[in-house]
C-alpha cells in the first residue's frame, strides 16, 4: 500500500505546498511516523491477540452441573462423520472421524471433554421426570425410563453426519394430567487461546438474529434472551456446538458455572394430557464451521449458516473464500490456490494500477516544474496551488490519482484476513515448508521475503533524476518511507502465512507490471 505515498507519487509536493510556511523539523517528522506506526501496530495487535480469560471471583457452579454421572451406563453413538459418549442426560466425548489434531497427530478433533456436555432434559410440574443422574434402561435402539407414577420416559438417539437427533417420547399413563418444559443446555471450558481475530464464545439465535457473547463478556455477567425459537450454542475458531430444541417461547441463558460456560434454553411447558403421549425433539450440531456443511444444517435448524462471522467485508470474504475454494479442486493445494487467486485479483485491477502507475511516472517526469514553482512562489502559498494545479490538469493526472489501488486494497486485505482464518479446510493445508496456512510461517521466510519485494516495488518506484532540489518535506517523508518495508515486516511477520503468501504474490505481480509500464514509457 505504502509504495503509493512515496516522494514521487506528488502526494508528497503537494503535502509540502499545504505546509508551505509551516516547516517540521526531521526530529518531528520522525516522531509523527513513529506515532502513526505505534497507533497502526496496536490497532493490529487489539485485532489479532487473542482474548484472556478473568478468572477472578469465578461463580460456583450448580447441583445438577457439579452431579455425579460416573454411575450412569455409558454407550457410543456414531455415523460417517462423528462418534460421542451417551451417558444419560449427556452427550460428551465428540469426537471429529473427518478432521485430524494436527498433520503429524492422526487423533480425531474431540469436543465436549474435559467435564464438557450437552444435556437435554424436562423439567416437570405434576410428576418427576430423569434427572442427570438416572440410569435409563437400553431397549434395542430406545433408552426407557419408569416412574413411580408409571409415566414411560423413552429416548432414541440418530445420528446424520455431525447432526445428532433426540426424539424424547412421554407417555401418561396416569388418570391426571401434568406438563413438562423441555429443556437444552451445553456446558465447555473456554478455549479463547486457540483462534486471534475470530469470535469464539457463546452464540444464540433469537428472534431471527445471532447475538454473541464472548467469554469476557460471560466472565462479568450473565444474559438472558427470550425468543419464540431459536438455538444455543458455542462457537470456537474452526468448530461449532449448537443444540435447538423444537419447541416454542423459549428463554435462553448464557453464564459461567464454576470453570465451565454454560449456553441454554428452556422452552414453555408442554401438557400431556391423561393416557396420551407427546414427543418432543431436538437437534444438536457438533461440527466444522463450514459453509457447505451449515448449509445443509440450515434446513432442519434455522439460522445456523449465519453463527459464521466474516466480518465488515463479509460481501468480499465470502466470494474470496468460495473462489480459493474451487481453485483448490483444480490444483489440489491451498497454497497455489492463493497465488493463482492472487494473479487473478491482479488482473482485475489491472486497469487501475496502470492507471496509477501511468499517473506515478507522470509525476516523476513533472517533479522538476513542481519544484521551480515551489521555489518560485515560495512565499505565495495560493499561488504555489494554483500554479500546481495548472501542472496536473495540463498532464491530466492528479495527486491523488495512485493512492485508487491502496484503497481497494484494504478491503481486500481485510476480508482476505478473515476468510483464511475462518477457513476450516485453511486448517493444516500445507504449503512448502508450512504446515498451516492458517497461521503464522514458523521460520518467518514469507514475511522476510514480502518486505523484500515492497523493498523492490519502492526503488522502482523512485524517481532517479535529481534529489537535491527536493524539498525538505518530501526529502524527509522519502527517508521514512525506506523504513516501510521493515516495518511491514515485522507487522506481517504474525499474520496468517496465507495472506502474508497472498501479498508476497501481489507485490511480485505488481513489480513486474511496473517494470513493463517503465519500458513502454521510454
Not at 43 to 65: C, R, T, W
Request: one cysteine or more.
Amino acid at each position: 500500500m505504502v509504495e503509493y505515498l512515496n516522494n514521487n507519487s506528488g502526494f508528497a509536493a503537494w503535502n509540502a505546498a499545504q505546509n508551505r510556511g509551516a516547516p517540521r523539523s526531521r526530529f518531528s517528522n520522525f516522531l509523527w511516523w513513529t506515532f502513526l506506526f505505534l497507533v497502526a501496530w496496536w490497532i493490529v495487535g487489539l485485532f489479532m491477540s487473542p482474548a484472556q480469560n478473568e478468572n477472578k471471583a469465578a461463580p460456583v457452579a450448580d447441583a445438577s452441573v457439579l452431579a455425579d454421572v460416573s454411575n450412569v451406563p455409558v454407550y457410543e453413538i456414531s455415523s460417517d462423520a462423528i462418534a460421542a459418549d451417551v451417558r444419560g442426560l449427556r452427550i460428551s466425548n465428540i469426537d471429529l472421524k473427518n478432521f485430524a489434531q494436527t498433520p503429524s497427530d492422526a487423533t480425531p478433533v474431540r469436543m465436549l471433554a474435559d467435564d464438557g456436555f450437552v444435556e437435554i432434559g424436562l423439567t416437570p410440574n405434576g410428576t418427576t421426570a430423569p434427572i442427570a443422574t438416572t440410569k435409563w434402561q437400553k431397549s434395542g435402539d430406545k433408552m426407557v425410563w419408569r416412574n413411580g407414577d408409571g409415566v414411560e420416559f423413552s429416548r432414541e438417539i440418530t445420528v446424520d453426519g455431525y447432526l445428532i437427533r433426540v426424539s424424547d417420547t412421554i407417555k401418561n399413563n396416569t388418570k391426571h394430567d401434568f406438563s413438562v418444559s423441555p429443556y437444552a443446555r451445553v456446558l465447555r471450558r473456554a478455549d479463547a487461546s486457540s483462534s486471534a481475530g475470530v469470535y469464539t464464545g457463546a452464540v444464540a439465535y433469537v428472534n431471527n438474529d445471532i447475538e454473541n457473547n464472548s467469554w469476557r463478556d460471560l466472565d462479568k455477567k450473565s444474559y438472558a434472551y427470550t425468543t419464540t425459537n431459536g438455538f444455543v450454542g458455542f462457537a470456537d475458531q474452526y468448530w461449532e456446538t449448537i443444540v435447538q430444541t423444537d419447541a416454542p417461547d423459549q428463554t435462553m441463558r448464557m453464564k459461567r458455572q464454576g470453570e465451565l460456560y454454560e449456553n441454554g434454553a428452556v422452552a414453555a411447558p408442554i401438557n400431556v394430557a391423561a393416557g396420551k403421549t407427546e414427543t418432543i425433539t431436538t437437534n444438536v450440531f457438533a461440527g466444522p464451521r463450514d459453509a457447505n456443511v451449515l448449509r445443509t444444517i440450515d434446513a432442519t435448524i434455522n439460522g445456523i449458516g449465519e453463527t459464521i462471522d466474516y466480518g465488515w467485508f463479509w460481501f468480499l470474504a465470502r466470494p474470496m473464500l468460495w473462489t480459493i475454494n474451487m481453485i483448490h479442486k483444480f490444483v489440489m493445494n491451498y497454497g497455489l490456490a492463493i497465488i493463482i487467486f492472487t494473479i487473478i485479483i491482479r488482473v482485475l485491477m489491472w486497469p487501475l494500477t496502470r492507471k496509477s502507475y501511468t499517473s506515478m511516472i507522470a509525476m516523476q517526469k513533472m517533479q522538476p516544474e513542481l519544484q521551480r514553482i515551489q521555489k518560485l512562489y515560495a512565499n505565495d502559498r495560493a499561488r504555489i496551488q494554483m500554479e500546481m494545479m495548472r501542472v496536473y490538469q495540463t498532464h491530466k493526472t492528479s495527486p491523488m490519482s495512485g493512492c485508487l489501488p491502496m484503497l481497494i486494497q484494504i478491503p481486500i486485505f481485510f476480508a482476505l484476513y478473515k476468510a483464511l482464518l475462518i477457513s476450516v479446510q485453511m486448517r493444516n493445508a500445507n504449503f512448502l515448508w508450512i504446515h498451516d496456512l492458517a497461521t503464522m510461517d514458523p521460520y518467518f521466510i514469507l514475511p522476510i521475503l514480502m518486505g523484500a519485494t515492497m523493498w523492490l516495488q519502492q526503488y522502482l518506484q523512485q524517481n532517479k533524476g535529481d534529489t537535491k532540489n527536493q524539498n525538505e518535506f518530501a526529502a524527509q517523508t522519502a527517508q521514512v518511507m525506506k523504513w516501510m518495508p521493515i516495518l511491514f515486516t515485522i507487522m506481517f511477520a504474525w499474520m496468517p502465512s496465507g495472506l502474508v503468501l497472498y501479498w508476497t504474490v501481489s507485490n511480485i505481480f505488481g513489480i513486474g507490471q511496473m517494470m513493463w509500464l517503465k519500458h513502454n514509457a521510454k
